[in-house]
């Protein structure tokens, strides 16, 4: 290796146009997926945990839905806030093809061709005790019949015209379950993501705001989501899931565990994506409304780290944002 004053690495900062030239990570729009949350009101509801994020009426995702092709972001994710009177132990109004889900992957459809629809599988926004599966009496989440509902939820989704299904519920062998479900009911191109890493994290309190679960989960979800110690578990995780079909996996939450992102990445060759959640969010718009921090400077830094880690893409809140900061 050359010394200085031989090598000034220096050189190829000093200028914008070389800065740009020899970058290593690179960030586009088509490297984003954007959360959107769905309620079965009138009007938008602002969330009052994330600062600038309302739920939606389905009259306003065509616009959101053009919004986004405007802004070359590839595809929408969405999440319910499905209505109190609508939710049960058995969250079966996950089954209901004209469920509030079901009517948003239309809405979208009909708006444009140009971008993919992303659907939660999971019964958390369907269930009256906030969990993600079927309980017994002692709360405790039973794998073997929250499969077979989730099989259900799936393709009740693919039927709607969902185009990637995104399994984040944690139960064991649900990949596989949907997958082979999927082939036989004729839907051989929906693609599943699986949340294939999902940890048992405090980063998702707002998110639960907005789909309306928070003070409804009776314990905590520590059963089947993953421990934030574990990174060999995760590795273990997602070969299942790559084994049962999955056509990518994710992490989830982001920023905590990009080691887990990259860890990935190495050990798989499918895509590997990035969950910014709620809770990192909140926390960037807390820091701006405080002047402590300047969005401009650290959400994009924020995407160059989940990139740079190995991500494919990455689901953020700050997707326009970032869109719109990108093609500047």
């Given amino acids: ?4 004053p031989e090598t000034r690495l220096r050189r190829n900062r000093r200028a914008p146009w070389l800065r740009a030239m020899v970058r290593e990570t690179l960030c586009s729009p088509a490297n984003l997926i954007w959360p959107i949350f ?8 602002p969330i009052a945990t994330m ?38 132990d058995d969250g079966a109004e996950a089954l209901n093809p004209d469920n509030l889900v079901c009517r948003a992957v239309a809405e979208i459809k009909a708006a444009t061709d140009a971008v993919g629809v992303m659907t939660d599988v999971a ?8 969990h993600d599966g079927i309980v017994d009496p002692a709360m405790r989440v039973l794998n073997d019949p929250t499969v077979e509902v989730l099989v259900g939820q799936a393709l009740n989704q693919a039927r709607a015209g969902a185009d990637i299904v995104a399994p984040s519920d944690m139960m064991d062998g649900r990949v596989g379950a949907i997958r082979r479900a999927l082939e036989a009911a004729g839907h051989t191109d929906t693609h599943i993501m699986a949340y294939s ?5 405090g980063f998702y309190g707002p998110f639960r705001d907005a789909v309306g679960a928070a003070g409804r989960l009776k314990g905590d979800k520590a059963g089947y989501q993953m ?59 807390a820091a701006v409304a405080q002047g402590m921090l300047e969005r401009e400077r650290v959400v994009p830094e924020m995407m160059t780290a989940f990139r740079r880690a190995g991500a494919a893409g990455i689901l953020t809140y700050h997707a326009p944002f970032l869109a719109r900061w990108l093609q500047r």
């Avoid at 739920?55 to 994710?77: D, Q, T, V």
């Avoid at 890493?197 to 994290?201: F, H, L, Q, V």
């Avoid at 982001?254 to 809770?279: I, K, T």
């Fill in 1 to 4: 290796m050359t010394r200085f």
């Fill in 38 to 45: 769905v309620t079965e009101a009138d009007e938008a509801e």
């Fill in 51 to 88: 600062p600038g994020v309302s739920r939606h009426p389905l009259s306003a995702l065509k616009g959101l839905a053009k919004e986004a092709e405007s802004l070359g972001i590839p595809a929408i994710a969405l999440f319910p806030n499905t209505p109190a009177g609508k939710r049960s």
């Fill in 123 to 130: 019964l958390d926004p369907y269930t009256s005790h906030g």
């Fill in 197 to 201: 890493a999902k940890y048992a994290s």
């Fill in 227 to 285: 421990d934030p110690a574990n990174v060999r578990e995760a590795l273990r995780e997602v070969a299942l899931d790559v084994a049962e079909g999955a056509d990518s996996v994710m992490v989830k939450p982001g920023l905590p565990y990009l080691d887990v992102v990259r860890a990935v990445a190495e050990a798989e060759r499918l895509p590997v994506f990035a969950y910014c959640v709620s809770g990192e969010y909140a926390m960037v718009e």
